[in-house]
């Protein structure tokens, strides 16, 4: 068993159902496949309650995993993305103009997920965002586990709309 969490601790001594808490690590987020099979072996077809990500820190892998394990947690469930802040801080501080693709901080998901509540009600029921996690809240709308993509429930871009006789677009990701 890993010894790296305070849960794992806690789960050691006794005070939490190993039975009911399951923990992983060692394996790549990003590798779906791997988490749809970690998954079917410990919980089937059951929806969860909750999912803690404290891994990569970066958007692409961050967002496999949460399109991997988000619709599979029950109306109400809890999805917690740790750390995600780290990006902006005097230390850590990375590029958000995409000119490091692999190395998008996860404040990009997050503002696909926060506009997916507005352009595809009933799929995320809210979020809230701490100085070092954001926690979001599975809404009751049927989610396919094999299809979803939050990217494509968002329209960061904004919406065409007709100005002066001109088509525009208002764009969240644009200066």
């Given at each position: 068993?890993?010894?790296?969490?305070?849960?794992?601790?806690?789960?050691?001594?006794?005070?939490?159902?190993?039975?009911?808490?399951?923990?992983h690590g060692g394996i790549d987020q990003?590798?779906?496949?791997?988490?749809?099979?970690?998954?079917?072996?410990?919980?089937?077809?059951?929806?969860?309650?909750?999912?803690?990500?404290?891994?990569?820190?970066?958007?692409?892998?961050?967002?496999?995993?949460?399109?991997?394990?988000?619709?599979?947690?029950?109306?109400?469930?809890?999805?917690?993305?740790?750390?995600?802040?780290?990006?902006?801080?005097?230390?850590?501080?990375?590029?958000?103009?995409?000119?490091?693709?692999?190395?998008?901080?996860?404040?990009?998901?997050?503002?696909?997920?926060?506009?997916?509540?507005?352009?595809?009600?009933?799929?995320?029921?809210?979020?809230?965002?701490?100085?070092?996690?954001?926690?979001?809240?599975?809404?009751?709308?049927?989610?396919?586990?094999?299809?979803?993509?939050?990217?494509?429930?968002?329209?960061?871009?904004?919406?065409?709309?007709?100005?002066?006789?001109?088509?525009?677009?208002?764009?969240?990701?644009?200066?």
């Amino acid at each position: 068993m890993l010894h790296w969490t305070k849960i794992d601790r806690q789960i050691t001594a006794g005070a939490l159902d190993a039975g009911v808490i399951q923990l992983h690590g060692g394996i790549d987020q990003a590798d779906r496949s791997e988490l749809a099979r970690i998954y079917a072996e410990g919980f089937g077809d059951t929806e969860i309650d909750l999912v803690i990500d404290d891994c990569s820190h970066f958007y692409a892998p961050t967002l496999a995993s949460f399109n991997e394990l988000f619709p599979r947690l029950r109306t109400g469930g809890l999805y917690v993305i740790e750390d995600w802040r780290w990006a902006h801080h005097d230390l850590d501080a990375l590029p958000t103009d995409g000119s490091e693709p692999e190395r998008m901080p996860v404040t990009r998901l997050l503002l696909e997920a926060l506009t997916s509540i507005a352009a595809t009600p009933g799929v995320i029921e809210s979020i809230a965002v701490e100085s070092d996690k954001a926690l979001i809240v599975r809404g009751e709308a049927p989610i396919d586990p094999t299809t979803f993509d939050v990217t494509a429930l968002s329209e960061p871009e904004g919406r065409t709309y007709m100005r002066s006789g001109k088509a525009q677009r208002r764009g969240l990701f644009r200066r």
